[in-house]
Structure formats: structure tokens, C-alpha cells
């Protein structure tokens, strides 16, 4: 979502107000868990459920099994520093879709 926003991750943790360091573990690191302010500050800014965010992030545990499956197929698809691609694209808005439900 960063890149699709056009958001650097300078951008982006300034906006979030979160440590730019734990953004680039984010991106780079798929066993990574972030803090839980972390989690909500980047749902605040990406206008998306917290409770769904912090089940992708392995924060709480997830009861939807949709949810799962379209964030394994969306990193399956993403190359972490590239502008996206039009698979990786959909890919996302399939993601988002799915992570919007409340």
C-alpha cells in the first residue's frame, strides 16, 4: 500500500509517526512482528480496519481464513522496492478487499 500511495518510507513513517527502521523490517522481514501502535498508526493512515491489520500482522489471532489466504497470495505476488505491477495491483485490491471486511 506504501507504494501504491506514492509514499516513500521516509513518508510513510513520518505520516504514521512510527520508527522507520520497524517499517523497513515490515517490508523486508515476512516473519517479522511489528508493535501493535505500529500496526494501528499504519491502519489510521491507510484508512484500514485495525483488528483485521492486526490479524495480518500476527498480532491477534485471525478467524478468517480468506483474510489469510489473500495476504499470502498478495506477498506471494510483491517485489518489496519496485512500483507495482499491474498483477501486483490487483493482487492488492483483492487484498484490501478481503482486509476492509469488517
Do not use: C, W
Amino acid at each position: 500500500m506504501r507504494r501504491d500511495n506514492g509514499f516513500s518510507i521516509e513518508k510513510l513513517a513520518e505520516d504514521a509517526d512510527i520508527d522507520i527502521e520497524e517499517l523497513i523490517d515490515i517490508e523486508e522481514d515476512a516473519h517479522f512482528r511489528p508493535d501493535v501502535r505500529t500496526v494501528y498508526q499504519l491502519a489510521n493512515v491507510f484508512g484500514l480496519p485495525r483488528t483485521n491489520l492486526l490479524k495480518i500482522a500476527g498480532l491477534v489471532e485471525a478467524q478468517n481464513d480468506a483474510l489469510h489466504e489473500e495476504a499470502v497470495r498478495f506477498a506471494a505476488r510483491s517485489d518489496p522496492v519496485a512500483g507495482l505491477t499491474s498483477e501486483e495491483k490487483a493482487a492488492l485490491e483483492a487484498f484490501v478487499a478481503v482486509l476492509s471486511k469488517e
